[in-house]
């Protein structure tokens, strides 16, 4: 079956710096990847939708500087965080869209603490 | 208006017996899919089960079974037997349009507590 990984699992960093996450499609390639974000008891808020070769599509309410995308190949998406804070801890999943089939695929998710 | 709506925040079933998780969703594209993804507590999603806006019969996934009613527009999941490890948290989700190209919509979910 088709397999999403995302880099770290969990990261820790002090306030003011910044965090990248990697997401990966194993096994297919993908020109579509999602970025979502989601709190404790929450559901999947959307940030952005990345497409390889192109800018991403940035949700509404989210900041295209602080949230930097980029999808510089078939098979990689990468989520960098400047500047954290501690509001921007947070569970970060990615997905990955098949060029064929039904659904998308989730990676682990990310558990992002900024002290 | 909400494009999914899941009423139920919490749900208790007892063990081997079966329980509904309520989903309605809202559109006026004639092409739809919508999903049905577990997350236990590791935080993963799970793809459970998948049901097109124009398929006839409702989907089914082993212990998972969709009951789709258009014309009401709901997609419930009913979960037959319940096992312990179906505690998690559920979320419905829809994608709209003709291809799989589309983000989809999460509702807020529906926790499922298994009682032994």
């Known amino acids: 079956g088709a397999v999403v990984s995302q880099h770290p699992s969990w990261v820790i960093c002090k306030s003011g710096t910044s965090v990248k996450i990697e997401c990966r499609s194993l096994?297919?390639?993908?020109?579509?990847m999602f970025w979502y974000r989601q709190f404790p008891k929450q559901s999947l808020m959307l940030m952005a939708t990345s497409n390889e070769g192109s800018k991403a599509t940035y949700e509404q309410g989210v900041e295209k500087d602080k949230f930097l995308i980029n999808h510089a190949s078939l098979t990689l998406s990468t989520l960098t965080v400047t500047s954290a804070h501690p509001e921007d801890s947070s569970f970060y999943i990615c997905?990955?869209?098949?060029?064929?089939?039904?659904?998308?695929?989730f990676g682990p998710g990310t558990r992002l603490t900024v002290t | 208006a909400q494009k999914i709506t899941q009423t139920q925040p919490g749900m208790f079933v007892q063990e081997k017996e079966a329980v509904t998780l309520d989903c309605t969703y809202d559109?006026?594209?004639?092409?739809?899919?919508l999903f049905w993804y577990k997350q236990p507590s590791s935080g993963e999603m799970i793809f459970l089960i998948y049901q097109g806006s124009y398929d006839q019969q409702n989907a089914t996934e082993g212990r998972y079974s969709l009951n789709f009613q258009k014309a009401r527009k709901s997609a419930n999941l009913v979960i037959s037997a319940s096992q312990l490890g179906d505690s998690a948290m559920y979320f419905c989700?829809?994608?709209?349009?003709?291809?799989?190209?589309?983000?989809?919509?999460f509702g807020d979910g529906t926790t499922l507590t298994v009682k032994p």
């Open positions: 559109t006026s594209d004639p092409s739809y899919g």
């Open positions: 096994d297919f390639q993908a020109t579509t």
């Open positions: 997905s990955a869209l098949p060029s064929q089939g039904i659904g998308q695929y």
């Open positions: 989700a829809m994608r709209e349009g003709p291809t799989n190209a589309g983000k989809s919509t």
